[in-house]
Nanobody, 126 residues
Framework: QVNLAESGGGSVQAGGSLRLSCSISGNTASVYCMGWFRQGPGKIREGVAGILSDGTSDYADSVKGRFTISKDNIDNILYLQMDRLKPEDANMYYC????????????????????WGQGTQVTVSS
């Protein structure tokens, strides 16, 4: 079992920055990959960034060059540094983890991730 808890959301003006954190607890050694996802009201959940246990990362085209995913394996925290935020980035953001090495850990397929946090809200004003 892996437990996730996001924090760091808030309100920011367009062009500003926020850093989201996801605290990981439980069977942390079993985590193979993690990701950040976002979802607006009435919309499907979309992948933002993902990271494998070897540090390999992947990003949605819409955030490349502006967002950075990283993981602190000592303190067991996943981060998402978000710079040059745009109004369209406003959403509920979720972190997710997967322990199986069989799946693809593809951020385009949120269902591949088993464990999810409760989310943190990001608001971007223009």
């Amino acid at each position: 079992q892996v437990n996730l808890a996001e924090s760091g959301g808030g309100s920011v003006q367009a062009g500003g920055s926020l850093r989201l954190s996801c605290s990981i607890s439980g069977n942390t050694a079993s985590v193979y990959c993690m990701g950040w996802f976002r979802q607006g009201p009435g919309k499907i959940r979309e992948g933002v960034a993902g990271i494998l246990s070897d540090g390999t990362s992947d990003y949605a085209d819409s955030v490349k060059g502006r967002f950075t995913i990283s993981k602190d394996n000592i303190d067991n925290i996943l981060y998402l540094q978000m710079d040059r935020l745009k109004p369209e980035d406003a959403n509920m953001y979720y972190c997710a983890a997967e322990t199986s090495t069989i799946g693809g850990c593809n951020i385009n397929y949120p269902l591949e991730y088993t464990f999810w946090g409760q989310g943190t809200q990001v608001t971007v004003s223009s």
